[in-house]
């Protein structure tokens, strides 16, 4: 495995009933990078990220994580090991506020157990705090603080996708793995969400995205690696990725040259 590569995975493959989703697909996330995953629709994208955030078992493949072998079998062992994700339909917690939801990401990095949240030691409330504040700062990071006591469900469409990130990078992850993050955005908004996209990647993260705008993609992504029928067909910078014949021909269409 290189040093530079943050996720390395080989030959994952993943079938349901008579589908093959996945066949024998490689893919690697260089640290510091943003590397677009894209295709058609069925094409297993999403497969491949429920497989490498521990959704779904693999039916095959060998998964490296910054240096590590790692084994996705659970959500909660996937975010340990510094990976987070959103998800093509949103998935916030509608009743609890903006700043609750962020908290809840907060929590899988915290100490307290039962017995802290039940007796409330000094020691939990000052963790309490904490995630509190660091909560605030990632909602500023995002530009959501004036929704901080409104209830999630009561965001905007482009504000929800905003909180979702918002959440993931509050379990502190070293891979953001994010899918189709500008779906529904109008055009203000996606010029918000490349600015954000960029901002994170300066700020040190690495990101994984699925996204089917692709001026979006071919304008941030580091490189491609684009999937159909479940099989990587190209992967490359996105201006190879762009002009490769069965890429057009399979997804971007004679069009978009
Ligand atoms: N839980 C499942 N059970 C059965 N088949 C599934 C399941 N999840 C995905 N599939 C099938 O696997 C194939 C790949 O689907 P997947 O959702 O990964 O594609 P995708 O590239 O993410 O598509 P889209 O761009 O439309 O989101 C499709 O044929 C889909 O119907």
Request: aromatic share 6%.
């Amino acid at each position: 495995m290189s040093a530079h590569l943050l996720l390395d995975v080989t030959d994952v493959s993943k079938r349901f009933g008579g589908v093959q989703a996945l066949d024998s697909v490689g893919l690697q996330v260089p640290h510091g990078s943003i590397v677009g995953l894209i295709g058609p629709n069925g094409a297993g994208k999403t497969t491949f990220f429920n497989v490498i955030t521990g959704l779904y078992p693999a039916d095959s493949g060998i998964f490296l994580f910054d240096g590590k072998s790692y084994f996705p079998q659970s959500v909660s062992q996937v975010t340990k090991a510094g990976l987070a994700r959103t998800f093509q339909n949103i998935r916030l917690f509608g009743e609890m506020t903006v700043l609750e939801n962020v908290m809840v990401g907060c929590h899988c990095r915290s100490k307290a157990g039962l017995l802290g949240a039940i007796f409330r030691f000094p020691s939990t409330r000052r963790e309490e705090r904490a995630i509190r504040d660091k909560s605030h700062a990632l909602l500023a990071y995002v530009g959501l603080s004036e929704y901080a006591n409104m209830q999630a469900r009561n965001l905007s469409y482009g504000h929800q996708r905003r909180l979702e990130i918002a959440r993931a990078l509050a379990t502190e992850p070293k891979l953001l793995a994010l899918d189709e993050p500008a779906a529904g955005m109008n055009a203000t908004e996606k010029l918000e969400l490349r600015e954000l996209l960029l901002r994170i990647r300066a700020d040190g993260k690495t990101i994984l995205l699925i996204e089917h705008d692709v001026s979006l993609v071919m304008g941030i992504c580091d490189s491609l690696t684009v999937l159909d029928y479940g099989k990587v067909i190209a992967s490359g910078k996105p201006a190879d990725v762009r002009g490769h014949p069965e890429v057009i021909r399979a997804y971007l269409g004679q069009g978009a040259v």
